[in-house]
Structures are given as C-alpha cells and as structure tokens.
C-alpha cells in the first residue's frame, strides 16, 4: 500500500499523463459531470496536505513584496500581450476560441500555485500571496482586459472569486494549522519535519492527479467533436505557456533566489483555468470552452515536465547541486 501511496509522487512524469490518458478515456464511456463538485473537495485536500506546518505570520510579513510585484508584472502586462499578439496572428479566423485564449491570459493563479510550488520546494507563504493577490486582481481587472482584446465585456463573479480563495486557500491553510499543532502533541518539531511532514506530499499529488482526472474526463466528449479545432488550438496553447515559461524563468534566475523564482514562476505561468472555463463556455460558446480545456491538459503536463527540467538545471536544490559538483 506505501508502494502505491507514493507512486505519484516517484514517478510524477508518468503519473500526470497516465491520469490525463485514463480520464480522457474514461470521459468518453461515462459522463462524469456528476463527479464536479468533488473537485473543490480534492483542492481543499491538495492544498490541505501542503499548509500542514506552514507558518501562518508569514503572511503577514513584508518578505516576498518584490515577489509579488513582479508577478503582478508579468501577469497583467506582459502575459495579456503575449495572448494578445497571438491570438491577432494565429487566432484571427478564429475570434471564439481567441477569447478563450484571452480568459486562459487573464486569470493567474490557483490551487495548484500552491501545490506545485511546495512539491518543488519553493516559498509557499510567497505562493499564497500571489494565489490571493491574483484572483483578486484579476476577477477585477478581467472584465476590461476582455473588452480591449475581444471587443466584448464579460461580467466577472467578484464576490465568487472571493468564496474561491475563501475555500481553497484559507480553509485549508487553518485546517492545516490545526493539525499542525494537534501534531505537536504528539512529536517534537525534528520529528515532525523529518518522519510527519514528507508523509503528506503524496496526498497532495494525489488530490491533483484526482483533480486532474475529473477535469479532463468531464470534457473528453467536447474533445473529440471538435478535433478539426484541436491541432490549432494545440499549436497555440503550446506557443503561449513556452513563451511565458521562457519569460517567467529569465526573470527568476535573474532577479530571485531558487525558493523565491519557484514561486514567481508557479505563480505566472499557471492559469485558473476552472474560472476560465466556466466563463468561456457560458460568454463565449463551446470553441472557446474548448481551447480553455486543452490549456489545462498543457498546462499540467507542462508544469512537470518544467518542473523536473528545472530542478535539474536552473532551480537545483542544495542535495542536487552536491551530486552535480561530486560528478
């Protein structure tokens, strides 16, 4: 059973694809619609996982402020206009599925900010601060961006954003700080580091692979009577997260430390492409909705590949970087 508990986590770059493979197929012989409103459930227990020990004055210090800015940066300025160039270049024969583009640009952040973020050992108080920051500043800003670059206003659930964060950040990080502390009762703070706290990693990963699952499965059937779309969209979404991963990482290495780069990276490249999603499908049509689903299919498995690439090259942690000077 401790095999295949830490399955996922041992073998990451096998398990995100398998799970996105299964639930695609999955999709197509069942409608799992009705497995939707777990997925909140499966965040709470993803995010859950990673706040346990997580030290929650962080949040209230005034370390990671240029973090945040510069994230701020990318993600309103400079990730809207690589969308915007691409979607005026690639897209333009196709103005739906350019509005998903748009919505997939202009909501940063989500759950998994924080998760891949802590499974890469990156500044997670860092991470739900721009989590936070960047729902909020999106759902308010998101509305005009869409104006600009589609020509069409879409009304963002302002006071839904804010029972999103509420659910998948706050609620977790206390139940985590409570277990935290019920913990200590019980071992010492070496302990818990040592034998408590790496025990917890693997089900983070396995609420995201359930997430995952859920996601794609609930859409495999619009997949496949769109698939004259898929190759374009596909093209595009590839183009988009390359340039934004190359954008993000430049600005990491150069200005940040290796925790705090793995947190402004996580925290601009990744979308919230749940919101996105809805909004596409209900503003804009099922084009749109489609090229938001295959952007959650790249953008999972380009975070592990990125992450596993990084982790090796230019985001290396002190145990990596002894064995790369040993050899």
Known sequence: MNRLYIFPQKYLLISVPLTLIFGFAFGLM??????????????????????????????????????????????????????????????????????????????????MTISWTALQKGNVPAAVKLTVFGLVLGSLLTPWYLLMMVGQYVEVDILGTFRTILMVVFVPMILGHITFKLILKKYSLPEFQKKVKPAFAPLSIWAMLYVVFVSVSMRAEMIVNNLHLLLIAAIVLLLFYVINFVISTLVAVRFFNRSDGIALVNGTVLRNLSIAIGLAATAFGAEAALLVTIAFIVQQQGIAYYGKLASKRWFRDSETSRLVEKK
Request: aromatic share 8%; proline share 5%.
């Open 30 to 111: 069942m409608d799992t619609r009705v497995l939707q409103p777990t997925i909140l459930i499966a965040t709470i227990i993803m995010i859950y996982a990673t706040m346990i020990g997580f030290n929650l004055k962080e949040l209230t210090t005034l370390k990671g402020s240029k973090v945040l800015g510069f994230s701020m940066l990318i993600n309103f300025l400079i990730v809207p206009l690589v969308a915007y160039l691409l979607g005026r270049t690639l897209l333009h024969s196709y103005p739906v599925m350019f509005a998903g583009l748009a919505l997939s640009a202009l909501l940063p952040t989500s759950g």
